[in-house]
Structures are given as C-alpha cells and as structure tokens.
C-alpha cells in the first residue's frame, strides 16, 4: 500500500504519506494526538484503515478522519463531506437540494445530476421518517427534522447518481439510525449449551483401520475401556448399546488380524 495521499482542494497538505511506514508512524502519532474523534483515540490500526479510505475518495490524512465516521462498527461519512466529495468529481454536473411543505408535510428533495446522465431525484418525508420510526426520535431528529431530511434525500440521491464516487460508503447520520447488531452479553457461565455429541463408533472406526497389528488394536480396546470410566465419572454415561457395539469392532479387527497373521507366510509375520 503505497502513493501520495490526495485532497480535493488546491492546498498542498504539509503531511504526505507515501509508503506504508510512514502511514504506521502518522497512525500511531495521530491516535495519540488527542486531537482526533473519539473512535479513533487510542486505536492506530482504526487511523490507519480510515486514511486509506480516505485516501481512495480523495481526502488527505486529516480530513479523513473529521470526515469519515465509524458508526455501528460500520465506516460511513458526514453528510457535507459527502456532498463536498461529489461536487469536485468530474462526473458531476449539479446536485440541487430543497426543502417542501411545513409541520407532518414537509419533504427533502435532492436532485443529483451527472453529466451525460438523467437527473436522478430522492425524496424523503415526514412520512418517511414516521415509518422508519425516525420521527421523534430523541436525538438529531428531535432537534433539527429539516436538517435530517434533507441528509436522508440527499444520501439516497449521491449513492444512486455516484456509487463510483462514494465507493459504497452511506452518509454517518444515516448510519446512526442503522439498528445495532445483537450481541449475547449473557456470562458465558450462565449460558445454556448443548454438550457436544461424539459419534463413538464412527471414531473407533477410523482408528481401528489405522491398526497394522493385534497389539494396537489391545491399545483400542484398553483405550475404549477407559473412556467408558472416564465418561461415568464425568456423569456423562456412554450409552450402553455404543459400548457394545464399539466392543464388537474392536473384536472383529482383532479376529481380522489374528486371521491374517495366521495365514501369512512365515517369513512375513513380524517376529
């Protein structure tokens, strides 16, 4: 991973990264800087993955990291920087946003046109909003509707005009509505497991045909005898038709090879 970090603007950045180690060592200052968004405040390799990110939307170091925000486990960026990204690439002709209607009929429009390309329209209402259980929301839908509004119409509208431009990142204020993935915090002590079930004969079988010999298949047999009172004393009581039957391999390869050895020509049996 290597080449010169870029911005969109017309400033030469005093930082240029352009070999991997120096990404490590700007990584490393900057998540010990305490001048970076908490997520990335003490986390290096999370530094270092959102430059690169950055890097590939056209963003130099810091801007990255302002810009880019990891929500839910899940990198998204800032609705303005969204619109910034896509108003300096040079696919885009014009993203027009507006607002309509008052109080429970008000809706976002964003119109993002590309060049050589029909306009393409998202719409996002307080209808909308109400059926995805946003309205209300404690929160930036409480404090500024209008403001969430237009970020939801304007993230639908970039992604459909410019998924090559945003490389399939959504905007942060929609990732904050995203439900959080459910995760089993019961104590692991306190978890009810299915024990594991051995499939015993099926085991001896495959170690029965790797016996050359009588004397390994003792070892099966005296091995077998004690997982049986290993498993009573475990409370975890083999039952008693695998018992027999596990037995009854044992035995038959024992016959099998006795027979063997006893047919075998006397300069071929092993001494």
Known sequence: MSGALTTAGNHTPAIQITSFDQLMRFASIAAKSGMVPQAY??????????VQMGSELGLAPLQSL???AVINGRPSVWGDALL????????CDDVIER??????KMV?????????????????????????????????WKQYP??????????????????????????????????????????????I????????????????????????VDTQWRNWDAAIANAEKAGKIIPE?????????????????????AEAPVDEVVA
Do not use: Y
Request: proline share 5%.
């Open 66 to 68: 302002q810009n880019i």
């Open 146 to 191: 209008k403001r969430m509004l237009q970020m939801r119409a304007r993230g639908f509208a970039l992604r459909d005009a410019f998924p090559d431009v945003l490389r399939g990142l959504i905007s942060a204020e929609e990732a904050q509505d995203l439900p959080q993935e459910t995760i089993d915090v019961t104590p692991h002590s306190q978890r």
């Open 41 to 50: 405040s003490g986390k290096p390799e999370a530094v270092l993955i959102a």
């Open 99 to 104: 607002i309509e209607g008052d109080g429970e």
């Open 241 to 261: 038709d695998v018992q027999s039957d596990v037995r009854d391999m044992i035995a038959a390869r024992r016959a099998e090879l006795e027979q063997k050895a």
């Open 108 to 140: 976002a429009i964003c119109i993002a046109k590309r060049k050589g390309k029909e306009p393409v329209e998202s719409r996002f209402s307080v209808s909308d909003a109400v059926a995805a259980n946003l309205w209300n929301k404690q929160g930036p």
């Open 193 to 216: 497991e299915q024990p594991r079930q051995i499939d015993h004969r099926a085991l001896m079988a495959e170690r029965l045909t790797k016996c050359s010999d009588v004397l390994t």
């Open 84 to 91: 910034g990204l896509v108003r300096a690439a040079p696919v």
